[in-house]
């Protein structure tokens, strides 16, 4: 399948974003993470989506691309600034769907 990797890095991406926003609900103070588990909800939500369309063979999603690594770069922010190994986790994901987006934008 075309795309394949770009496909698993976004799904990958996803399910980190879900994790994060479910353990920052756990947290002591969930006020604190309101930001971030809105932003996990909204990154989880778009890679999905990202990851479907470009399963399809959808004509060209270069829009698309360049809006998920936008949200992908504001969740890795977002998540950066909390010291909790799921956020950690979830910057990381985001940081490398953001770079798997921008190599097929470039390419």
């Not at 394949?4 to 974003?17: F, V």
């Not at 799921?86 to 097929?104: F, P, Q, R, S």
Request: aromatic share 2%; with cysteine.
């Amino acid at each position: 399948m075309k795309n394949e990797a770009l496909i698993k890095t976004l799904n990958d991406c996803a399910i980190a974003c879900n994790f994060c926003a479910d353990a920052c609900l756990d947290e002591e103070n969930v006020g604190q993470m309101l930001a971030c588990i809105r932003t996990d909800r909204v990154c989880a939500e778009v890679c999905a989506s990202t990851a479907k369309i470009l399963s399809m063979s959808y004509g060209p999603i270069d829009d698309l691309l360049r809006f998920c690594v936008s949200v992908c770069k504001r969740c890795a922010e977002e998540c950066s600034q909390h010291e909790h190994d799921h956020c950690k986790n979830c910057a990381i994901a985001c940081n490398n769907c953001k770079e798997a987006c921008e190599k097929i934008l470039e390419g």
